[in-house]
C-alpha cells in the first residue's frame, strides 16, 4: 500500500514537472497617470522561466530602483488532468523628469529559446500639486480623513463636465458626469440626473466595475471616477439647460481619540461612515439653428458623413428581381436618418426598403454605417433609367450643407418567355418582409367544351325571399364596412388616442425584455428597460412628449385623472428606486425581482384608473 502511494505521488510529481505552458504570455504594466517627483513602478510579467529581459531605453524616466525578480508557481488537478503555472516579475521603480504623456517601447525576453515582445506602454505625467499640506501620518496620505477633519468641497466634488457650449441643431454633446475625491470614497447613493429636455439622448456603455484614475484638476491630483457619459442631440434652437446632478457620497473616516495614541493604536483603528450630498452644477448649451437655405433632399441629417451605392445587375429579364445597396457611415445623428427615395420606373413592382444598422456610441458621437437595400421587381422589358440617389447633410466641420450623389443606373430588361405567350409565370424573391410567390396571367381561363346539360328550372326564384335577401344583405354590409373602415380612419388619425390604446401593449413589451435581463442578470440593461418601460406608459397614455414630461409635473398630470395619492406615490417611488438602484454597490437580484413584480403591477392598476 505505501508503495502504491509513493508510485502515485511520483507520477503526479513527473507530471507536473512535464506540463509546460502551451502559450506563453510576456506583458508590461504602470500606472496610466502618475504624479511628477513622485516614485512608481514599472512591472515585466512572463508566465514561464525566462531568461534574457532587454529593456528599450527609458529616456522620460529615471530608473532609481530593479530589477528586482519574484517568482510564484501554481499546480491544479482537475478531473485528473494536472496544470501548472509560473510567473515571474521584474519589478523597476521609475521617477518622472517632466510632465507630459509619455511612451514606454516594448520589451523582449527569451523563453525556451525563443524570442518574445511585450506591449508597449504610455504613461500620463501630472503636474505636482502646487499647495500639498504635510501629513501627520501615512494613513491620511492615503486618502483617509479623521474625524476632526472636515469633508470639504474642496477634497470631494461632483463636475458636469460638456465638450462645446455652442453647438448648431442635431449636432452632439458630450456630457461627462465625474466626482472628484482625495478623501476615502466608499459608496455613491440616491444618484439623481437630469431628464435632459430638448434633446435626443444616448447613453455610452462605461466598464461595469469603476476604477479610480488619478487627474490633475486646478493645480491637485484626485483620484477620478466617471459615473455616466451621455451623448446629447439638440431639437430645437436657442438655449437649453442641463439642469443639475445630485447624489450621496459615502465617506470613510477614522475616529482619532484625544488621548496620546501609542505604537498599538495604528493596530485598533476605529472607523465611521459619513454622508454627504454632492451637486454638479446645470449648464446651458447655446443652440444655432440651421441655415434656412436646405437642399430639397435634406431630412434633417447632421455630421460627417459619406455615402457609396451598387446594383446587383444591370442586364435581366423581366420579372427578375434588382436590388440597390446603398451604404451610408460617418459620424453625426445616424439614428434619426430618413431612407433617401429612389426613383424606379412606373413599370416596375416597388417593395418596401431593408434597412440595417450597424452604429456604436463613442465620446465622439454616434458613429457606423446605415446600409439600406431597395428592392424592385420589372414586370416589363425594355431599357430603363434609375436616376442618382440624392442625399443632403449639415457637415459640422465645414458649416454648410452637402448634396451627396449616386451614379445613375441604366437597365437592360429582356422580354421573359412568359411575357411573351402569357403563360403563368412565378416570381420568388427572399427579400424580408415580402411575400414568396406572386402569381401572375392567372385571370384567363380556358373554354369549356364538353357537353352541356340544360334542365329547366323547377321554380321561379324571382321575387321570392332569398332573393330580395341577396340584394338587401350585401348593401346591408357595404354600409356596416364604410361605417367601420371610416371609425378606423378617425381614430387613426387622432394620433393621442392611437398612443393611448397601444400604451399598455408597449409596456408589456419592455416588460418582457426586462425579465429577459433580469434572467440574464444584467443589471444596467435590466434598469434601462424598466425606466423606458414607466416613462414610455406615461407618455403614450397621457399623449405627452417624453421631453415634456418629468418628475416636477408627473403628479399633476396623473392629478388630473382623478388618480389616488397613494397610487401616484408609489408610481414615483419605483422611478427613484430604479434610477438608485443603478448605481448602487449593494443592490440583489431579490431586490430586481421584486422591483420588476410591483413595476408590472403598478402599471396594470394605472391602465384600470386613467380614463381616456
Excluded at 450621496?248 to 498599538?264: C, G, K, L
Excluded at 422611478?575 to 448602487?584: D, G, I, S
Aim: glycine share 4%.
Amino acid at each position: 500500500m505505501n508503495m502504491q502511494k509513493l508510485v502515485v505521488s511520483v507520477l503526479l510529481f513527473v507530471g507536473v514537472i512535464a506540463v509546460r505552458a502551451e502559450d506563453v504570455s510576456f506583458s508590461a504594466s504602470a500606472p496610466n497617470a502618475v504624479p511628477n517627483g513622485q516614485p512608481f513602478q514599472l512591472v515585466y510579467s512572463v508566465n514561464s522561466s525566462a531568461k534574457d529581459l532587454r529593456i528599450p531605453e527609458i529616456s522620460d524616466f529615471d530608473i532609481i530602483a530593479g530589477p528586482f525578480q519574484s517568482k510564484s508557481s501554481s499546480t491544479q488537478i482537475v478531473n485528473g488532468n494536472i496544470s501548472s503555472s509560473t510567473t515571474v516579475r521584474y519589478t523597476y521603480t521609475l521617477l518622472p523628469k517632466n510632465e507630459g504623456t509619455f511612451s514606454i517601447s516594448p520589451a523582449t525576453i527569451i523563453v525556451n529559446k525563443q524570442k518574445y515582445t511585450s506591449n508597449a506602454l504610455t504613461i500620463k505625467v501630472l503636474p505636482a500639486e502646487e499647495d500639498v499640506q504635510p501629513q501627520q501620518n501615512s494613513s491620511q496620505s492615503q486618502g483617509q480623513v479623521s474625524s476632526s477633519q472636515s469633508i470639504t468641497n474642496e477634497n470631494l466634488f461632483l463636475r458636469t463636465i460638456v465638450s462645446r457650449s455652442n453647438v448648431y441643431e442635431q449636432e452632439v454633446v458630450l456630457v461627462t458626469y465625474k466626482i472628484y475625491t482625495r478623501v476615502d470614497l466608499v459608496n455613491i447613493t440616491n444618484v439623481k440626473f437630469p431628464d435632459f429636455k430638448g434633446f435626443l439622448m444616448q447613453e455610452i456603455d462605461l466598464p461595469k466595475d469603476k476604477q479610480f484614475s488619478l487627474e490633475n484638476y486646478n493645480g491637485r491630483n484626485y483620484n477620478t471616477i466617471t459615473l455616466r457619459q451621455i451623448l446629447l442631440y439638440p431639437q430645437h434652437s436657442g438655449e437649453i439647460d442641463i439642469e443639475k446632478m445630485t447624489c450621496d457620497a459615502i465617506v470613510r473616516v477614522r475616529n482619532v481619540s484625544s488621548r496620546p495614541r501609542s505604537i498599538f493604536d495604528d493596530f485598533f483603528d476605529s472607523y465611521q461612515e459619513v454622508q454627504k450630498p454632492l451637486v454638479a452644477p446645470s449648464k446651458t448649451i447655446e443652440v444655432t439653428p440651421l441655415p434656412s437655405a436646405k437642399p430639397a433632399s435634406f431630412s434633417g441629417a447632421v455630421g460627417s458623413l459619406k455615402m457609396s451605392s451598387s446594383i446587383s445587375k444591370t442586364e435581366m429579364s423581366a420579372n427578375e428581381s434588382v436590388t440597390i445597396k446603398l451604404k451610408i457611415s460617418g459620424n453625426g445623428n445616424l439614428k434619426l436618418i430618413k431612407n433617401p427615395e429612389v426613383k424606379f420606373p412606373s413599370d416596375f413592382e416597388v417593395y418596401e426598403p431593408k434597412v440595417e444598422n450597424n452604429f456604436s456610441n463613442t465620446t465622439a458621437g454616434v458613429s457606423g454605417t446605415k446600409t439600406i437595400e431597395y428592392l424592385a421587381i420589372p414586370r416589363f422589358g425594355g431599357t430603363y433609367t434609375i436616376p442618382s440617389i440624392k442625399f443632403s447633410y449639415f457637415d459640422i466641420n465645414e458649416k454648410k450643407y452637402i448634396t451627396l450623389s449616386s451614379e445613375e443606373y441604366t437597365l437592360n430588361v429582356q422580354k421573359s418567355n412568359n411575357e411573351a405567350s402569357g403563360e403563368q409565370s412565378v416570381v420568388i424573391s427572399n427579400f424580408s418582409n415580402k411575400e414568396n410567390v406572386k402569381m401572375l396571367g392567372n385571370d384567363i381561363r380556358h373554354i369549356y367544351t364538353n357537353e352541356i346539360n340544360i334542365q329547366p328550372s323547377k321554380k321561379l326564384y324571382f321575387g321570392t325571399l332569398l332573393f330580395w335577401l341577396f340584394y338587401i344583405l350585401p348593401l346591408i354590409l357595404v354600409v356596416f364596412i364604410f361605417w367601420f373602415f371610416r371609425k378606423q380612419a378617425i381614430e387613426n388619425a387622432n394620433v393621442a388616442l392611437v398612443r393611448n390604446k397601444k400604451a399598455n401593449k408597449i409596456a408589456r413589451k419592455r416588460l418582457r425584455q426586462a425579465e429577459k435581463f433580469l434572467k440574464e442578470n444584467k443589471k444596467e440593461e435590466f434598469y434601462n428597460e424598466v425606466l423606458k418601460a414607466l416613462w414610455g406608459y406615461l407618455c403614450d397614455k397621457l399623449a405627452i412628449p417624453q421631453s415634456e414630461l418629468n418628475k416636477d409635473n408627473l403628479e399633476i398630470e396623473l392629478q388630473k385623472h382623478n388618480l389616488r395619492g397613494e397610487l401616484i406615490a408609489s408610481f414615483i417611488g419605483i422611478l427613484n428606486e430604479c434610477e438608485f438602484a443603478q448605481y448602487a454597490l449593494g443592490e440583489s437580484l431579490q431586490d430586481r425581482d421584486k422591483l420588476f413584480a410591483e413595476t408590472t403591477k403598478i402599471i396594470m392598476l394605472l391602465e384600470e384608473n386613467i380614463k381616456k
